[in-house]
């Protein structure tokens, strides 16, 4: 992973005034000539240690105002390098303020910081000495004014919206927990290995799947290319047949009358032109407009990889791969669901974070899942708690506390079995649930926050779940009725993580392959893991996006991801 280009906080506080030109080097961002707001307002002091420093800063305008009768003007200033902006104020003289002022302006400014009045609630501000730089923004179109925006209304600007304080804290805050991913399993010795997004297996079974083809395309352009140059009609076939028998005969001719090496071997020439041209006669004859079918179906032998392909639901399977040679693996990528929800909690397009260790079983499967919250949590609470405070201001009064809970707190562990039971006490006690209640449900989003609000009031882990209701590689218990599956629940979300120890066993695998209608061959190469070397393994799956919910208490998953694709929606 990179590295933060800006210094720790704690070594910015250490910085002394001494030499003008060292101190501006070391609060500068490492490859660029200007020194990141963090740097200076993120200090323990707030910035007043570096008055009469003179740097060059570099921002957005959140606001700006002009004052004392447009002799000068107050500027919020915002690089995205932290929640908190810098006051730059800048006199007439120095710019012109007109330009400068309007929401979303970008603005580079060398300056001097000084010192505020008492009275005022920054710590540190910026005089203006020179203005390097305006990029100008006309405040009637600007999409983004100053009043305050639903998170609806961004979407239909998704490329702006990173520019507003919540969308960015989520970025910042999304980059947090992908760096403490990969932070905590390089720790605990895992590789990180990048699956294909294209795929030709179905991890989940569900047939909600995109398709990746090139049959459309190619239709598209044969229907074209034919009305432009239509095929060869069956009389244009059949006298360029004429021609090749024709000058098969001349040739034999030319032979038996002992003609010359040299014309011999000029009509052979034209016998095999006149060949080839029957050969691509015949070929475009065959052409249709239209998807290639054959015996009824479509004809995927002349799709672009031969065969069926979609994208990604998951990299499980073929992480796998990997996990039975290398032992701890992960994968961390994007994947894809073709389900026509329009639910707050449902992303076309999401990320997943997939670690198999080699080795393990349920039990270390769960140890794994539970220490890997744990840590990103407290990740978190160390390393973003400005913006964690912004969510909790803006949005969720409690997540700060949820984070700790969390990370402080031994999650609860429960079978299926005695979930259920809990929640038909519950019922039989008044609790009423949308979804009803009974062994051999999945259980539903109501039912698994009861779990981890109400009841246990912590995360839990309810384990060992019907065959019937999990994928066909979940490893059978002896009870033949369940699986040894997992789910993390937590306040907020529910289900955070889904996972389970594999199965192993060849023959019980090869079973389950058939008992779910899924056809074999597609899933040899899976099987011959279990044919050739077969070992204990167990794994998960985080939802990346759910975690972000989770962290940030903000309600809607298309608000935590960058650019949400989902259905009707796929902007940039």
């Known amino acids: 992973m990179a590295e933060h280009s800006a210094p720790p906080i704690d070594q910015l506080s250490a ?27 993120c200090r323990p002091d707030g910035g007043s240690g570096l008055a009469g420093q003179k740097v060059r800063v570099g921002g957005w305008v959140k606001t700006g105002r002009k004052a004392d009768k447009d002799a000068f003007a107050f500027l919020e200033l915002n690089d995205g390098s932290c929640p908190q902006n810098l006051q730059v104020i800048i006199e007439a003289a120095v710019a012109d ?14 300056g001097v910081f000084k010192l505020p009045p008492p009275d005022k609630h920054q710590k540190i501000e910026l005089r203006a000495e020179a203005v390097v730089h305006v990029g100008l923004v006309d405040p009637a179109r600007y999409p983004l004014p100053k009043t305050k925006l639903t998170l609806e209304f961004l979407r239909d600007v998704v490329h702006l919206r990173p520019r507003t304080n919540t ?17 905590f399993f390089n720790k605990h010795g895992f590789l990180y290995i990048h699956t294909p997004i294209v795929t030709t297996s179905d991890c989940e079974g569900a047939g909600e799947m ?23 009609s069956e009389a244009e076939v059949d006298e360029a047949r004429k021609i090749v028998k ?28 006149a060949k080839e041209n029957v050969a691509r006669l015949e070929e475009r004859a065959k052409l249709k407009p239209g998807i290639p079918e054959k015996d009824g179906k479509v004809d995927y032998g002349r799709d672009f990889f031969a065969r069926q392909a979609f994208l990604t639901v998951s990299g499980q399977l073929q992480v796998e791969t990997y996990a039975c040679a290398l032992s701890s693996v992960y994968t961390f990528g994007p994947t894809f669901r073709a389900e026509n929800s329009h639910t707050s909690r449902h992303l076309a397009e999401f990320w997943m974070v997939e670690p198999e260790i080699a080795f393990a079983d349920l039990q270390d499967d769960m140890n794994c899942a539970e220490a890997y ?7 978190l609470l160390d390393n973003c708690l400005d913006d964690m405070k912004f969510m909790a201001d803006k949005y969720d009064r409690t997540c700060i506390d949820r984070l700790k809970l969390v990370s402080s707190t031994p999650f609860v562990r429960t079978s299926y079995t005695e979930a259920i039971e809990i929640l038909e006490e519950a019922i039989k006690k008044g609790k009423e649930f949308e979804n009803k209640v009974e062994w051999g449900i999945d259980l539903a989003s109501e039912h698994e926050r009861y779990l981890t609000e109400v009841v246990f009031k912590k995360p839990v882990i309810v384990y060992n779940y019907p065959k019937g209701i999990k994928a066909f590689y979940m490893r059978l218990n002896d009870d033949s009725k369940t699986v040894a599956a997992m789910d993390v629940l937590v306040p907020k979300v ?17 079973d389950r392959i058939k008992e779910v209608g899924l056809p074999l061959e597609p899933y040899e190469w899976y099987l011959d893991l ?37 259905p009707g929606r796929a902007d940039l």
Not at 25 to 41: G, N
Not at 554 to 562: A, E, F, Q
């Open 210 to 232: 995109f398709q990746v083809t090139t049959l459309l395309s190619e239709a598209e352009r044969l229907e074209k290319e034919l009305i432009k140059n239509p095929p060869p």
């Open 530 to 566: 279990r044919r050739y070397g077969t070992v204990k393994h167990s794994g998960f799956g985080l939802g990346f996006e759910r975690m972000l919910l989770f962290a940030t208490g903000i309600d809607n998953i298309r608000d935590v991801i960058p650019f949400p694709r989902y």
């Open 246 to 273: 024709e000058k098969g005969e001349a040739v034999s001719n030319l032979k038996a009358s002992k003609a010359s090496k040299q014309e011999i071997g000029a009509s052979v020439l034209e016998l095999k032109q």
């Open 167 to 183: 969308i960015s804290a989520v970025a910042r805050i999304r980059n947090a927990l992908a760096y403490a991913t990969h932070t």
């Open 15 to 41: 910085v002394t005034l001494n030499d003008d030109a060292s101190t501006y080097k070391s609060l500068k961002a490492e490859f660029s000539d200007r020194v990141p707001i963090r740097t200076i307002v």
């Open 494 to 510: 529910g289900e955070l993580i889904g996972g389970s120890q594999r199965e192993e066993r060849f023959e019980v695998i090869r």
């Open 97 to 110: 303020l007109g330009q400068i002022v309007p929401t979303g302006t970008c603005v580079v400014v060398d």
């Open 373 to 379: 919250v744990r840590f990103l949590c407290q990740w």
